[in-house]
Nanobody, 124 residues
């Protein structure tokens, strides 16, 4: 069974940091482009960041540029999202997705494997 498992979410104060992890089981993560997405209550799921198979290409939503950094360790079958200077508007459930074809993309509909999500809450 192809699975992604997110971890690392939690409650953090504005200006704080969190590192999310996305671990794969049942397949080789290095064969896939990986994206991070988030969904806030009442809103559609949106692309946050993505990274190509070997990590040579990355992309970020304008709202997180300069604050979030995506990286991957294919030997550990894991992708990370380092989130710094968090803001209340970053509060959401964060999901990782795997995309086999093409390259890095922030388009939600192009991803076929999803995790269950991890909650990130930014509040004082």
């Amino acid at each position: 069974q192809l699975q992604l498992v997110e971890s690392g979410g939690g409650l953090v104060q504005p200006g704080g940091s969190l590192r999310l992890s996305c671990a794969a089981s049942g397949f080789t993560l290095g064969d896939y482009n990986i994206g991070w997405f988030r969904q806030a209550p009442g809103k559609e799921r949106e692309g946050v960041s993505c990274i190509s198979r070997r990590g040579s290409s990355t992309n970020y939503a304008d709202s997180v540029k300069g604050r979030f950094t995506i990286s991957r360790d294919n030997a550990k079958n894991t992708v990370y999202l380092q989130m710094n200077n968090l803001k209340p508007e970053d509060t959401a459930v964060y999901y990782c997705g795997a995309r086999f074809l093409g390259s890095c993309s922030l388009a939600t509909m192009t991803y076929g494997i999803w995790g269950q999500g991890t909650q990130v809450t930014v509040s004082s």
